[in-house]
């Protein structure tokens, strides 16, 4: 009791922290840029007078800002979900190719079918679901090898990739792009459109975490405590889909984030969910939002997207994980 009150203490105090930070990092955000503005003068245009500079401020940053902090939340929550359902502490969406499902599914419909463009979460989703059933059915083989779901996932991922780039190579000389913009260029309608389907997930998430315990356990133990495994395994999985297609869906595959926050929650807040997916919620926002921030000042005015960012930390996280046998994480 006491260690889960310790737990508890802490992750409300890391969740003030992280709120704290959020706000310092969405003020510089909304600063950064070609227009240099006061926040006095942002504060007057957004509430008291009609300002042009403020007005393009709200229009082009705010979107961005916003969608990065649900962005972040979502995948860092899905990948939280994964590494339950999978009993595997390297599972992340962008590695076992569940992104992919969701990507080529969006490059289809937004090739394809662009009337159908506020449709392209569903189809994501579907596809990311499509992905996950695929994974998961030839990574059985009596029980979930965590070796065998990322070579399988890896390999899907990469038929996945490659589709996508000869669908990509097909619309184009139709003068029709499938390829996602990113975290740029991003309007209030793709905020709009990642608030729906990120702010479903997260709620199903925070719902699940109690559930997200009992799949630490041996699934004879779950049994026996009279709860059906496979409904919860699926149920969670849905969740986790879910997530990780309505980003893709609008600013497309962001890899690693996902393996990365649950590991940096799990080191602040313990292994309990209930108190691992609202830290998850703030630090992957936090996350994704540094990693947009830090992309827009290294080399200006060009940008280097928070993908790329993400990929140049991610990459050697993902190496020291695997080198160490995952020792620190414990399920």
């Not at 940053?61 to 502490?89: D, H, W, Y």
């Not at 029980?143 to 070579?151: T, Y």
């Not at 390999?155 to 190579?169: C, D, H, R």
């Not at 990113?182 to 699940?208: E, F, T």
């Amino acid at each position: 009791m006491k260690t889960l009150r310790k737990d508890i203490l802490r992750g409300v105090a890391g969740c003030v922290v992280l709120a704290a930070l959020i706000f310092c990092l969405t003020l510089i955000a909304m600063k950064l840029g070609s227009i240099s503005i006061t926040y006095r003068e942002l504060f007057n245009g957004l509430f008291v007078a009609y300002d042009q500079r403020v007005a393009t401020i709200y229009d082009l940053r705010f979107p961005r800002i916003i969608v990065a902090l649900l962005g972040g939340a979502a995948l860092s929550c899905s990948g939280l979900l994964f590494q339950a359902v999978l009993k595997n502490p390297l599972a992340d969406p962008g590695i076992i190719g569940i992104s992919g499902g969701a990507s080529l599914a969006a490059a289809l419909i937004s090739g394809l079918f662009p009337m159908l463009y506020f449709s392209i979460p569903i189809f994501a989703f579907l596809g990311g679901l499509v992905a996950f059933a695929l994974i998961y059915s030839l990574s059985w083989k009596g029980s979930l090898d965590p070796v065998r779901i990322i070579l399988i996932g890896i390999a899907v991922a990469a038929v996945f990739t490659g589709l996508e780039e000869v669908l990509s190579g097909m619309t184009n000389r139709t003068g029709v792009s499938v390829s996602v913009s990113g975290l740029s260029q991003l309007v209030w309608d793709d905020v709009q459109m990642m608030a729906i389907y990120s702010l479903i997930g997260l709620a199903a998430a925070i719902v699940l975490a109690p559930l997200c315990n009992l799949l630490a356990l041996d699934d004879k133990t779950v049994r026996g405590l009279g709860v059906n495994v496979d409904v919860v395994r699926l149920v969670v999985s849905v969740a986790a889909v879910l997530l990780v297609s309505g980003v893709t869906a609008v600013v497309g595959v962001i890899g690693f984030l996902a393996l990365i926050v649950p590991h940096m929650a799990r080191r602040f807040v313990g292994s309990d969910h209930r108190i691992l997916v609202p830290f998850c919620i703030l630090l992957g926002g936090f996350v994704l939002l540094l990693a947009d921030t830090v992309g827009r000042c290294v080399v200006p005015p060009n940008e280097i997207s928070a993908s790329i960012i993400m990929s140049i930390v991610g990459g050697p996280f993902f190496i020291i994980l695997l080198k160490r046998g995952d020792r620190h994480v414990k399920h």
